[in-house]
Each structure stands twice: as structure tokens, then as C-alpha cells.
């Protein structure tokens, strides 16, 4: 599995010797480090990544005079969860960063393996409530316990082993300990949904989804319309999505729909492998910026601005981009389309015509890198004492045009939102978004009409229930600094 952040002892000492004030103060010797190693390791990493550091009084580099003295303060955290949420600013500006405690399951998380049953859901409020809800069926992972049983797209529930579904209780009920439960399912008539009897009973194993849902070519008339729906940035991936766009290429797509409805994100260098592949005619020239806290982004700015910049490629390490050139795309989202998925929607508009059609998506512009307990924060000689991790946000990313305040989300260029009542076949020529994009391909649709059907308050999915599946990270943090002391 590919490291999530790698950087190299010598970048990360540069960084500290040019920019951290504290370090000479950490080589007091202190005999409470030996109790707070997890919570000296949440500071120093925070203080030195986190990218709201310079707005959180007890991040600053001369908050603490020495060793003893930060020891002190971090003895008020006996639980290394409450001192990272301590650590950060408001939860209305920062609603991404979180910290586990085994990072052998976030990283497989962060190549879409999870504990799985294979339904992915949404959750919206039941009418005329503020504390019920309900679920419904997106679509289900192929190999899944859920590929067995008769469940599909669509299908509504709304009580978990009898018990009804609430804003207090889903957590617990859906996201628990226990791998097993049975999902009571109901049918909705048009004013009230009423239980139909039928229940399936789920369990969740270890599951690696394959992002790569359904992609297609779909001849009308004259246009061959290459469909791709992708539902993570997942680099393990990578050569299966480049592979795709080669039997697109092959068969002379003129047009490109991109299904990014239940896409949470991923790899930033996979949304700037797949921004290559959809166009190639753009090699060398800027897809993103990184945006970085104070100090580290003044240092890399002055030094090597380029590691701080995402290029538009036609390698994936020595394998060529299988390229469209294509000159306009159209993408399809919901409110669940979040992180990488707004990266290329956002990078690719200063360069393309991007179509965007369906609702306005999540509003994450920012990314993460993974902190581990080791002297340079890598993978590399991690403290054998604890697996603890952490996932902060540590950077923004703007397009090329230095645009990316969409902290509201990306609004369509054409909204149609999903409707239970008219879901239709994901891949399907009729399903309401793809015939949408198809007709702005052909021609036949001038007007986009809103499917009729009931439209309720959305609540959450199951993605961006679970933060392994709804991130913007980088697989690796800029390097180059070494230069600055040869």
C-alpha cells in the first residue's frame, strides 16, 4: 500500500530548523514525557502543520517557555482525543480534521477498505420532522454481504433491528461495534412511509471498493458518449481508471459525462492523474495550488514554489496518461460530492468547459495529510508504543485562476436534484442526470425540467458518516528543501 505522506528526514528537519521556535525547548528532558507521548506528539504536529495553527493561541511557537511548562499544560488532557479537539479552532471553520487510534485502519480506509456491508445510503429528515429520518438506497458495492441479499437502488428503511431511526440514535444503530444488523424496510406513498413487513438482514466484513462503478459508451447518432461513474479517488486505483480512459480513447468518445454524485474524495494526486486524463493537451501547466499555514508556505513560496503546485501530467510514474483532449466535460453531483471530486471540478474550470449538472456539493476545500508518531512525523520509525494517528487539515487548494472559496459548495451549472420516486438504473439512458447531460450533449434537451417526485431534507450519507471515506488528502507533502543547504 502506497504511503500517505512521505517526506524525507532531511526536509522535515529543514522545516523545523528554519521555522519552529520550539525546537531547541524540546530537548528538555521532562520525566512526564514518558506519560503524554501521544499528547506531546498531537502538539508538535499541530504546531507544525495544522493549517489554522497561526489562530489557535496554544499552537503558538512561543506559547510555552520550555518542555516542563507545555508538559504542565498538556497533564490537563488525560485523553488524547479531547487535547486534538482542544487544539482546534471553531468547528464551523474547521469541520474536517480527526485524530484515530489505529493507523493500520486509516490507512486501508484511505484506499477504500473498510468494515463494510456494501450499502451505500442516504439519510433525509422524515416529513414534518426534526428528529426522524430514514435511509434509502444509492447504489450497493459489487462483492459485497449486500450483493446477496435482495436489496437495490432505492429501497427506503427506516428502523435498524425495529428500532425507529433518529437524529439521536443513527450513529449508534448504523455505525456501531456490532458487524451485524437487519434493516427494517418501508414504503412511502406520498404523504406517510409505512413499514412493507420486509427486512434484510447485513453483515460487515472486510471490503475494499473498487471506485470504478460503471463506465460505458453510449453511441447516439453521431455522438459515442464515454460514462463514468467513480465513486473514490483511491490510488491504488489509479492504473484501472487510466486503463478505462485507453478503452475510451480507443473507441472515439466524442463526449465525457463524469458521475461524481456519491464521490467524498481522495488522493489529490489521483483527481490531478484523472484532470490529465480527461484533457492532455494542458502537460506542465498548473491543475492546483496548495495553500499551507503561515510559516510553512512563506518558507516553500521563497524556496521551491513548485512543490506547493499540482501540474497537469501525462505520466502515472512511468506509465503513459491515456489522454481525451477533450475541451469540455459534464459531471454529475449531489450534495455528497465533497473534497477531490470539487478539486477537479474546480482545477479543471480555468482551463475547460465544465458542465456541472445536478445539486450543489459539499463544500470542502481543504485537504489532509496523515501525522504519525515518529520523529519526522512519516510512517518511518513510528513510536511502537501506540498506534495513534492524526488527520488535520493542513492545507487549501485553489485553482490555477487562485480561486477556491467554495466553502458552500460548488452550485451547477444546471440543478437537478435526485428524487427517491425517480431514481432510476445508475448507467441507464433514462436515469434523470445522465439523460439530462446527454440531452445538453445532443441537443434534445434545451431545457433541464426538475424530475417530479417528493424532495426531502437531506441529513447525511454513509460516506461522510465515516471520515476515512470523505477526504482530500495529499499522498505525500512537498519536498525540496534540502536545497536550501547544499
Known amino acids: 500500500m502506497k504511503k500517505i505522506i512521505q517526506l524525507s528526514t532531511v526536509v522535515l528537519l529543514t522545516i523545523f530548523l528554519v521555522l519552529s521556535c520550539q525546537k531547541d525547548q524540546d530537548d528538555t528532558v521532562n520525566p512526564l514525557n514518558s506519560n503524554l507521548e501521544v499528547q506531546n506528539f498531537i502538539w508538535k504536529g499541530l504546531n507544525q502543520y495544522y493549517l489554522w495553527q497561526p489562530d489557535v493561541p496554544n499552537l503558538a511557537d512561543n506559547r510555552f517557555a520550555n518542555q516542563a511548562a507545555r508538559d504542565a499544560f498538556l497533564t490537563n488532557y488525560k485523553v488524547p482525543e479531547d487535547l486534538f479537539d482542544a487544539l482546534r479552532v471553531s468547528p464551523t471553520i474547521d469541520r474536517f480534521s480527526w485524530i484515530v487510534d489505529d493507523y493500520v485502519t486509516l490507512e486501508q480506509s484511505l484506499q477504500g477498505t473498510s468494515k463494510n456491508n456494501g450499502v451505500e445510503f442516504g439519510l433525509s429528515y422524515k416529513p414534518n420532522s426534526t428528529t426522524d429520518i430514514f435511509g434509502y438506497v444509492r447504489y450497493i458495492i459489487p462483492g459485497s454481504d449486500a450483493a446477496t441479499k435482495v436489496i437495490k437502488r432505492g429501497d427506503v428503511f427506516t428502523a435498524v ?27 412511502y406513498n406520498g404523504t406517510t412511509f409505512t413499514s412493507n413487513g420486509k427486512t434484510i438482514a447485513l453483515t460487515k466484513t472486510t471490503l475494499t471498493e473498487n471506485p470504478i462503478l460503471i463506465n460505458k459508451v453510449i453511441p447516439i447518432g453521431a455522438k459515442k458518449i464515454g460514462y463514468l461513474m467513480y465513486n473514490g479517488f483511491y490510488a491504488d486505483f489509479d492504473g484501472q481508471l487510466n486503463t478505462v480512459f485507453g478503452e475510451f480513447k480507443s473507441q472515439g468518445i466524442t463526449d465525457l459525462v463524469l458521475d461524481l ?22 502537460k506542465g501547466k498548473v491543475f492546483a495550488k496548495q495553500q499551507w499555514n503561515t510559516k510553512i508556505n512563506a518558507y516553500f513560496e521563497a524556496n521551491s514554489p513548485n512543490e506547493l503546485r499540482n501540474f497537469f501530467t501525462d505520466k502515472i510514474g512511468a506509465t503513459s496518461i491515456n489522454s481525451l483532449n477533450m475541451t469540455r466535460v459534464y459531471i454529475l ?44 512525523f512519516t510512517a518511518t520509525n513510528r513510536n511502537p508504543k501506540h498506534k495513534y494517528a492524526m488527520q488535520p487539515i493542513v492545507l487549501k487548494i485553489v485553482n490555477s485562476a487562485d480561486f477556491g472559496d467554495y466553502f458552500n459548495g460548488l452550485t451547477p451549472t444546471h440543478e437537478l436534484k435526485e428524487t427517491i420516486s425517480t431514481y432510476g438504473v445508475l448507467g441507464d439512458v433514462n436515469e434523470p442526470l445522465l439523460k439530462a447531460a446527454i440531452g445538453k450533449i445532443t441537443g434534445t434537451g434545451k431545457m433541464i425540467q426538475q424530475s417530479a417526485g417528493k424532495q426531502f431534507e437531506f441529513f447525511k450519507d454513509s460516506k461522510s458518516l465515516n ?13 525540496g528543501l534540502q536545497k536550501a543547504f547544499d
Open 161 to 187: 433491528n425495529g428500532t425507529q431511526l433518529t437524529v439521536s440514535n443513527y450513529q449508534s444503530l448504523l455505525f456501531g461495534s456490532n458487524d451485524n444488523y437487519t434493516l427494517n424496510m418501508a414504503d
Open 467 to 479: 471520515p476515512f471515506s470523505n477526504q482530500m488528502y495529499l499522498e505525500k507533502a512537498p519536498k
Open 333 to 376: 453531483t449531489t450534495k455528497s460530492s465533497a473534497s477531490a471530486s470539487e478539486l477537479i471540478i474546480n482545477g479543471l474550470k480555468p482551463h475547460i468547459n465544465v458542465v456541472q449538472i445536478g445539486d450543489v456539493t459539499t463544500g470542502k476545500n481543504v485537504g489532509s495529510v496523515t501525522l504519525y508518531d515518529s520523529p519526522d
Open 261 to 282: 454524485r456519491y464521490n467524498g474524495g481522495g488522493s489529490v494526486q489521483t483527481a490531478t492523474y484523472l484532470a490529465s486524463m480527461i484533457t492532455g493537451q494542458f
